[in-house]
Nanobody, 124 residues
Framework: QVQLVESGGRLVQTGDSLRLSCKASGGTVNNYNVAWFRQAPGKDREFVGA????????RYSDSVNGRFFISRDNRKNRFYLQMNSLKPEDTAVYYC?????????????????WGQGTQVTVSS
């Protein structure tokens, strides 16, 4: 099992940009698809975006499409979520997760490894 640690979350204002990082340790990540999810208080965990294990394909939810961008650096075992034009509705705990082989998925239950999350708060 790979350990994941998210970082970069903080309090920002509407319209700001922020980059979240996810550091993997305990194994290599070349064979894993990577996804970002988020969860607001009282809400279900929500798919944000995903990137294939070779980094040649990305997908995003409609709510963040055009604003958020996922990238990965397999050499460093790091994954990133670049968030632009942030809105108060983006406020949530953000998680990175891994899915071995296959294609990317929108379902949290398809991902085997999770980080503890990092809080992003967007004020008006």
């Amino acid at each position: 099992q790979v350990q994941l640690v998210e970082s970069g979350g903080r309090l920002v204002q509407t319209g700001d940009s922020l980059r979240l990082s996810c550091k993997a340790s305990g194994g290599t990540v070349n064979n894993y698809n990577v996804a970002w999810f988020r969860q607001a208080p009282g809400k279900d965990r929500e798919f944000v975006g995903a990137i294939s294990y070779v980094g040649d394909y990305t997908r995003y939810s409609d709510s963040v499409n055009g604003r958020f961008f996922i990238s990965r650096d397999n050499r460093k075992n790091r994954f990133y979520l670049q968030m632009n034009s942030l809105k108060p509705e983006d406020t949530a705990v953000y998680y990175c997760a891994l899915k071995l082989f296959g294609q990317t998925s929108l379902r949290p239950e398809d991902y085997s490894d999770w980080g503890q999350g990092t809080q992003v708060t967007v004020s008006s």
